[in-house]
C-alpha cells in the first residue's frame, strides 16, 4: 500500500476516500446517532451544527445520516448498474466479435443506440416503468452496454487475428475452448476498467434522474432524491442539496481515480514496476 | 473526398433508421397497456379508450410506426396530450433557450479548455499541468445540478454578481441574456471543459514530441506561434472528435441545467412531458436530440476531410 501511495499519489488517495465512503455506508446504522427517518418539526432546516453535522432538512431529519444511509442505496445502484452492463455488454461484444453476420446488425444498433443522449434515453426508460430501485439499475444498465459491447467487440477483433488463437483452431480446440482460454482473458482487463467508470457513471445519473424526478422513488432514500428535496429549500437551507452533492462528488472521484489506477496497473508497461 | 463524403452521409441512414425504431419502441417495450400506462392510475377505461384512439394504439406496430415515422418526417411531430397543442409548436416555441445555452456553453467551452490544454501540455507536469488536470478530474465527478447550485449559492447568493435564475430573450437586449446565461453555461459546460482538456492535454503533447516541433523551435520561432500555429492544427483531429462527442453530453446535461435555473427551453419540456407520460412530445423531442447528434458527428466527421488531407486517401471506415 506505500508503494502505492509513493508511486500513484492520487489513486491511493482515491483509494483510501472510496474506503472511507464504503465503511461509512457499510456501518451506517450503528455509526450514526440520529436515525434517518426521525422527523423532528422542531429543528427545522437548521445549518450545520454540533448536533447536527450537516444540518436538518424541511422536516428536520438529519442531513448527515440521511446521506449516509442514501450512500448505501446511490452505491447499490452503481456498483448492481456497472455489473449487468458488464455482463451483458461482454456476451454481446463476444458474439459480435466472432459472428460478422452479428456483428454488422449488431454494431448499428449499438451506434443508433449510443446516439441517443444518455440522460434522456435513461428518463424515457424509466417514464415507462413503475420506478423502483431495480428499474433505476436497469435502465442505467442498458444505456452504458452499447460502450461495453464496442469495447468487448475491439478486444475479441483484434485478439481473434493473433497466431495463437489461429493455432489453437488448427490444433482442434473447440470453439468454447478457444473463447473461454484465449479471447476472455484478454477482455478481463479492459472490462474491469471500463466497469469501475461505468459505476461512477451510474451514480451520476442516478442522481441526475433522481433529482429530476424519475429515479428512485421517493421514499427510498438516495443521494438524487436528498437533493431533489432540498431543491425548494435551497435559498434558506443549501446544505441540504450541497452535502449530499459533494459527499457524491467526492465518491465519483475516488472511484474513477480507482480505475485509473488499476487501468495503470494493468497496463503491461508498467506491469515490471509493481 | 466527394466518395468518402458521400459513403459517410449514406452511413447516417442506418444509424438513423435503428434511432428511430428504439425511440418509438420505448414505449412499446414496457409491460402492460401503453394507453393505461400515459393514462395514470385514476384513468377510467373510456379514458384509456380516448388516448388509444388519439395515439392510433389499436393499429399494429409496424403500421403505428410507419405512421408515427410518415408525419415525423413531414414535420408532423403528433400532438401533446397534456396541452393538446401540435408538438412541433411546442418545440419550436422553446427552442430559442435551449439553442442559445448550448451555443454559450460550446463556446465557452471551447474558448476555455482548449488553450487551458494546450497549456498544460506545454508545460507538462508543472504546477499548472497538474492545477489543470486536477480542475478536469473534478469536472467530472460533479453532477450537472450541484455544479449549478454551487455556483448559484456562490455567484448569485453571496457575491450577488448575477441572477439566480431565469432566462431573458436575445429579443430584450444582448447583455442581459448573457447575464442570465452566464452561471448556466459555466455549469453546463464544466464537464465539457473538463473532456476537452484532458483530450487536447494529451493530443498536443503527442505533436509537441515529433521533429517538426524541435525543427521550428530550433529555428527559434516563438511560442505562441509554435503552439497555435504548428502544434494545434496537427493535434486538432481527436479535439474536434471530443467537440462532437461533448455535444451529446451537452443534450443530456441542458435537460437538467434548464431545471435548475428555471430556463424555459426545451428540455425542461421533455422533463414535464416524462413526469406527465406525455408521449408524443418526449418521442418526438427524443428523435430530434438524437438526430442532432448524428448530425453534429456527420458534420464533425466532414470536418476532419477539410482539416486532414490524409483521411480522403485512406477513405472512410
Known amino acids: 500500500m506505500r508503494l502505492l501511495a509513493r508511486r500513484h499519489p492520487a489513486v491511493a488517495g482515491g483509494v483510501a476516500v472510496l474506503a472511507l465512503v464504503l465503511i461509512a455506508t457499510l456501518l451506517a446504522p450503528w455509526l450514526i446517532g440520529h436515525d434517518p427517518l426521525f422527523v423532528d418539526p422542531l429543528a427545522r432546516l437548521r445549518p450545520p451544527s454540533p448536533q447536527h453535522w450537516l444540518g436538518t432538512d424541511a422536516l428536520g431529519r438529519d442531513v448527515w445520516s440521511r446521506t449516509v444511509h442514501g450512500g448505501r442505496v446511490s452505491l447499490v445502484v452503481g456498483v448492481a448498474a456497472a455489473v449487468i452492463a458488464t455482463g451483458a455488454g461482454l456476451l454481446i461484444g463476444l458474439v459480435s466479435g466472432y459472428s460478422r453476420i452479428a456483428d454488422a446488425l449488431l454494431m448499428r444498433v449499438m451506434d443508433g443506440l449510443m446516439s441517443i443522449p ?26 452504458e452496454v452499447p460502450r461495453v459491447v464496442r469495447l468487448v467487440r475491439g478486444v475479441v477483433l483484434s485478439v481473434r487475428e493473433q497466431p495463437y488463437v489461429e493455432a489453437a483452431v488448427v490444433a482442434g480446440s473447440g470453439f468454447a475452448t478457444i473463447l473461454g482460454r484465449h479471447i476472455l482473458p484478454n477482455t478481463l482487463a479492459p472490462v474491469v476498467v471500463q466497469a469501475t467508470y461505468i459505476c461512477s457513471a451510474a451514480i451520476l445519473i442516478e442522481s441526475l434522474l433522481s433529482f429530476l424526478g424519475a429515479g428512485t422513488p421517493p421514499e427510498v432514500a438516495s443521494w438524487g432524491n436528498i437533493m431533489a428535496e432540498g431543491r425548494t429549500y435551497f435559498l434558506v437551507a443549501p446544505w441540504i442539496i450541497l452535502a449530499p452533492g459533494v459527499v457524491l462528488a467526492l465518491t465519483v472521484l475516488a472511484i474513477n481515480l480507482v480505475g485509473d489506477g488499476v487501468r495503470d496497473m494493468l497496463d503491461p508497461r508498467f506491469a515490471k514496476r509493481l | 473526398m466527394w466518395g468518402y463524403i458521400a459513403r459517410r452521409v449514406l452511413a447516417t441512414v442506418p444509424v438513423v433508421a435503428i434511432v428511430a425504431l428504439v425511440v418509438f419502441s ?28 388519439k395515439l392510433h394504439l389499436d393499429l399494429p406496430i409496424y ?176 479535439i474536434v472528435t471530443i467537440i462532437g462527442v461533448g455535444v451529446a453530453l ?25 413526469l406527465a407520460r406525455d408521449y408524443p412530445v418526449i418521442q418526438a423531442v427524443l428523435l430530434i436530440f438524437s438526430l442532432t447528434y448524428v448530425v453534429v458527428n456527420l458534420i464533425v466527421d466532414l470536418i476532419y476531410v477539410a482539416i486532414d488531407p490524409r483521411i480522403s486517401y485512406r477513405g472512410g471506415s
Open chain 1, 118 to 143: 444518455t440522460i434522456l434515453f435513461a428518463i424515457a426508460l424509466m417514464a415507462v416503468v413503475k420506478a423502483s430501485l431495480a428499474t433505476v439499475v436497469v435502465a442505467i444498465a442498458v444505456v
Open chain 2, 26 to 53: 420505448i414505449l412499446h417495450v414496457a409491460p402492460g397497456d401503453p394507453a393505461a400506462l400515459i393514462a395514470g392510475d385514476q384513468a377510467t377505461p373510456e379514458q384509456i379508450a380516448a388516448i388509444r384512439g
Open chain 2, 63 to 238: 403500421k403505428q410506426f410507419a405512421l408515427w415515422l410518415g408525419n415525423a418526417l413531414t414535420g408532423d411531430l403528433g400532438t401533446s396530450i397534456f396541452s393538446n397543442r401540435p408538438v412541433a409548436t411546442l418545440f419550436l416555441q422553446r427552442l430559442e433557450p435551449t439553442v442559445a445555452l448550448a451555443v454559450t456553453t460550446t463556446i465557452v467551452a471551447v474558448v476555455l479548455a482548449v488553450p487551458a490544454g494546450v497549456l498544460a501540455a506545454w508545460r507538462a507536469g508543472s504546477l499548472v499541468d497538474r492545477t489543470v488536470m486536477g480542475t478536469a478530474v473534478l469536472g467530472f465527478a460533479f453532477p450537472v445540478f450541484v455544479v449549478g447550485y454551487i455556483l448559484i449559492y456562490l455567484f448569485a447568493m453571496k457575491l450577488r454578481l448575477l441572477p439566480i435564475q431565469g432566462y431573458r430573450p436575445i429579443g430584450e437586449g444582448f447583455w442581459p441574456c448573457l447575464q442570465h446565461l452566464v452561471l448556466p453555461s459555466l455549469a453546463l459546460g464544466l464537464s465539457f471543459m473538463a473532456l476537452i482538456a484532458r483530450i487536447t492535454r494529451a493530443s498536443v503533447l503527442e505533436v509537441l514530441g515529433q521533429d517538426h516541433i524541435r525543427t521550428a523551435r530550433a529555428k527559434g520561432l516563438p511560442t505562441s506561434r509554435l503552439l497555435f500555429h504548428h502544434a494545434l492544427p496537427n493535434a486538432a483531429v481527436p
Open chain 2, 250 to 274: 451537452l443534450l443530456g446535461g441542458v435537460v437538467v441545467t434548464e431545471s435548475v435555473f428555471a430556463i424555459p427551453g426545451v428540455g425542461r419540456l421533455v422533463v414535464d412531458a416524462i
